[in-house]
Nanobody
Framework: QVQLAESGGGLVQAGGSLRLSCAAS????????MSWFRQGPGKERDFVAA????????EYVDSVKGRFTISRDNAKNTVYLQLNSLKPEDTAVYYC?????????????????WGQGTQVTVSS
C-alpha cells in the first residue's frame, strides 16, 4: 500500500506562484510514474503533469507548459509541482497520483494511488 500526502496549496493572486509537494510512502519505485491531476469546480479530474521516477522524463498538458514544472527528489520520496504565472482558471483541487507501470496514457483510471488533494485558488 502506498500513501501520498500533498501540501503547499493556498490562495494566490493571478500571476503568482506556489509549490506543491507530494510525499510518498513507498520504499522503492523502480518503474513508477508520479503525476499531478486537478479538478476544478463542476469539472472532471484532469491530467496536469507526470514524471518518471527513474528517468526523470516529464509530460505536461498543453495549458500549463512553460508555467508549471514537475520534479522529484528521490532521496526524499517527494514529487513537486512548481506553479508559476498562475491564472484564475488554474483554480482547482490538485491531486498527486502514482502508478507502477510504463510512462504514457495519463488517464486517471490508470492510477492506483491517490493523495487527498490540496486546494489551489487563484484570484483575479
Amino acid at each position: 500500500q502506498v500513501q501520498l500526502a500533498e501540501s503547499g496549496g493556498g490562495l494566490v493572486q493571478a500571476g503568482g506562484s506556489l509549490r506543491l509537494s507530494c510525499a510518498a510512502s513507498f520504499r522503492s519505485c523502480s518503474n513508477c510514474v508520479m503525476s499531478w491531476f486537478r479538478q476544478g469546480p463542476g469539472k472532471e479530474r484532469d491530467f496536469v503533469a507526470a514524471i518518471s521516477w527513474t528517468s526523470g522524463r516529464t509530460e505536461y498538458v498543453d495549458s500549463v507548459k512553460g508555467r508549471f514544472t514537475i520534479s522529484r527528489d528521490n532521496a526524499k520520496n517527494t514529487v513537486y509541482l512548481q506553479l508559476n504565472s498562475l491564472k484564475p482558471e488554474d483554480t482547482a483541487v490538485y491531486y498527486c497520483a502514482a502508478r507502477f507501470a510504463g510512462f504514457g496514457n495519463f488517464r486517471s483510471l490508470d492510477y492506483d494511488y491517490w493523495g487527498q488533494g490540496t486546494q489551489v485558488t487563484v484570484s483575479s
